[in-house]
Nanobody
Framework: QVQLVESGGGLVQPGGSLRLSCAVSGRTVSSRTMGWFRQAPGKEREFVAAIARSGASTFYADSVKGRFTISGDNAKNTVYLQMNSLKPEDTAVYYC?????????????????WGQGTQVTVSS
């Protein structure tokens, strides 16, 4: 059974940085697609970033491009989301997800396994 556990969320001031981690057990991350999504109160879950084929392919939402970086550590079976220059509008619960297919998708419906989420709050 696949389990995904996120960590690293918290409260940060605008302009600050956080690094989220997603530890995967039960399956490897190296040859599948891993994604980060977020959901703010009253809003739908939205795509943030994804990585596939051991990092050969990455994709970002326009809203985070240039500020966020997704990466993976195959030895630790962990995926990271480095978030820099954070803005109040980045406040949300961030979810890690795994997709069995090797092609990146931005739709939550195409991801098979999800973590429980970690809260990120950007506020002064």
């Amino acid at each position: 059974q696949v389990q995904l556990v996120e960590s690293g969320g918290g409260l940060v001031q605008p302009g600050g940085s956080l690094r989220l981690s997603c530890a995967v057990s039960g399956r490897t991350v190296s040859s599948r697609t891993m994604g980060w999504f977020r959901q703010a109160p009253g809003k739908e879950r939205e795509f943030v970033a994804a990585i596939a084929r051991s990092g050969a392919s990455t994709f970002y939402a326009d809203s985070v491009k240039g500020r966020f970086t997704i990466s993976g550590d195959n030895a630790k079976n962990t995926v990271y989301l480095q978030m820099n220059s954070l803005k109040p509008e980045d406040t949300a619960v961030y979810y890690c997800a795994r997709r069995s297919a090797l092609v990146i998708s931005t739709s939550p419906a195409f991801y098979d396994n999800w973590g429980q989420g970690t809260q990120v709050t950007v506020s002064s």
